[in-house]
């Protein structure tokens, strides 16, 4: 269940292609695929992330639960791949889109893997956290508060009162 590297860009600009037809049964073969290739890269499939891992991580915000639960199962296998701190520093940013399908399964995803929080780039992360924190769902609420618990201690409460400047006076 190897494959090599060498020779994959096309093989890879395809499969980002892949993630914007407009066919919901068609992306999700494009996800599971996804998967299976990171499983068999390995941890080679790192310099593809941007390019393929990134546009699919943008489908956990399909309404469909199908095509999320096959977006976190792809996850999962880039996780084990390239490590679980990258896929964490991938998720955070999808955070700042205010969805709440995508934020419960990033959510999800991250406290399920919370001990991985610390090798990831937690700076990166206290934005779309306190911007969660005013979320509509008090699920998603709930889940941010727990993942803060976890992210404070590394980056100090002043990162998060300094995020707190730039939002409405309301919201503070």
Known sequence: MRVENNGLTDLMDAM?????DPNKAVVKVFIILLGVLAEAIGAAVKQY??????????????????VRNEVMNATNKWAEAV???????KMSDQLNVENPE?????FRWILEH????PNASVQDMVK???TCLTD?????????????????????HQDFYDKLKDMKAAVQ
């Open 83 to 89: 490590g679980a701190e990258l896929i964490i520093n």
């Open 136 to 156: 509509k769902s008090k699920q998603v609420r709930e889940d941010c508060q727990k993942v803060i618990m976890v992210v404070m201690p590394l980056t100090g």
């Open 49 to 66: 992330t941007k390019k393929c891992y990134v546009p699919m991580l943008q489908n956990v915000m399909d309404k469909q639960a199908l």
């Open 16 to 20: 980002k292609n892949g993630m914007k």
């Open 128 to 130: 779309p956290l306190v």
């Open 114 to 117: 919370k001990e991985d929080i």
């Open 102 to 106: 995508s934020r419960t399964e990033i």
